[in-house]
């Protein structure tokens, strides 16, 4: 069955820590890419997305993520996270030449002051 | 640009009863997806439609769950009877157009439901 499996349910790092927060898909095709994040009181909304090309890709308030093929990972990264990066982070794909977005369970990340 | 609207934001019912989910798509997007969301989970596709026509249904209870796109612009989703497995966040989403061409979705703040 297509699933996504987000490792990490909770995690919770200071401000200027890295972050890693891991993303594993289930297909065997080629699949489209994407984290959402849903900041506390707000719309869920798009970070960042992978569709082809170079596989390290860069979204919005410097988070990047890179997609590995063999490992079928897609895993998010920020060398130097902030108290306002608190959120809760889905990732998600999209089957290529599929209507169906299949999103993971979420982390919830905290970032102490 | 205004976002997605979705009415009402809140709603409390007991099992058994009915309840209507509104939903207002950007002005132009052609695409709108509903989504599940359960405590703890991700969203879960329930259906989308291009315009007014359903494109992917295949997670959506049919026996109880029922979504109509009139005139192709707003969506509303209905569940009767409720079941108490029925308690999460409502979201709906739009996008220009669907996702073999990606568009992004942008999504509304979600009508949480409470079944007791």
């Known amino acids: 069955a297509q699933s996504v499996s987000q490792h990490n349910h909770h995690v919770i790092l200071s401000e200027a820590a890295s972050l890693e927060l891991g993303c594993n898909y289930s297909?065997?095709?080629?699949?489209?890419l994407f984290w959402y994040v849903q900041y506390p009181g707000q719309h869920l909304q798009l970070l960042l997305k992978y569709f082809s090309g170079d596989p390290l890709v860069k979204g919005i308030k410097g988070f990047e993520a890179e997609f590995i093929k063999s490992k079928f990972s897609f895993n998010l990264r920020k060398p130097s996270v902030q108290w306002s990066d608190t959120a809760e982070y889905f990732c998600a794909f999209l089957p290529s030449g599929t209507y169906k977005y299949i999103f993971g369970t979420g982390t919830r990340l905290k970032v102490l002051a | 640009e205004a976002g997605v609207a979705q009415s009402p934001r809140y709603k409390i019912i007991e099992k058994r009863q009915s309840v209507a989910f509104w939903c207002n798509p950007i002005s132009g997007h052609a695409t709108l997806y509903w989504y599940q969301q359960i405590l703890g989970q991700g969203p879960k596709l329930l259906i989308q439609f291009q315009n007014n026509g359903v494109v992917d249904d295949s997670q959506l209870p049919k026996d109880r769950f029922s979504a109509e796109r009139l005139k192709g612009v707003d969506s509303t989703l209905k569940i009767q009877p409720a079941k108490l497995e029925d308690s999460a966040v409502y979201l709906c989403?739009?996008?220009?157009?669907?996702?073999?061409?990606?568009?992004?979705?942008?999504f509304g703040p979600g009508t949480r439901l409470t079944v007791l």
């Open positions: 989403a739009s996008s220009f157009t669907s996702g073999a061409s990606y568009n992004e979705q942008f």
């Open positions: 297909y065997g095709g080629t699949v489209n």
